[in-house]
């Protein structure tokens, strides 16, 4: 059984910092790419940033220059880290993970459990 763990969300004003981590546990025997994706009350969930296994990055428009993301593979986590927050940032951010079971096998679509960052004015 994969589990991915999530910490690091919470309450900052505008402007604040936070960093997210998301840890992946379990049989494991690869992990292709990482990311992290964000769902804002009444809104369709949404990517925020992703990173592959060679750590070629790619990033939403909206948090380009701001949010960072990076993984050690060797922990088997991956981070996010949110500089210049605004307002309409807050979110649920969930991790997500392509993530191998078995030798050789298949990769499968694995998510976090969701971490609330809320930006206050």
């Known amino acids: 059984q994969v589990q991915l763990v999530e910490s690091g969300g919470g309450l900052v004003q505008a402007g604040g910092s936070l960093r997210l981590s998301c840890a992946a546990s379990g049989i494991i025997f690869g992990i292709n790419s990482m990311g992290w994706y964000r769902q804002a009350p009444g809104k369709q969930r949404e990517l925020v940033a992703t990173?592959?296994?060679?750590?070629?990055?790619t990033y939403a428009d909206s948090v380009k220059g701001r949010f960072t993301i990076s993984r050690d593979n060797a922990k088997n986590t991956v981070y996010l880290q949110m500089n210049s927050l605004k307002p309409e940032d807050t979110a649920v951010y969930y991790c997500n993970a392509e993530i191998r079971t078995a030798p050789w096998g298949p990769f499968y679509d694995y998510w976090g459990q969701g971490a609330q960052v809320t930006v206050s004015s």
């Open positions: 990173i592959t296994s060679g750590g070629i990055t």
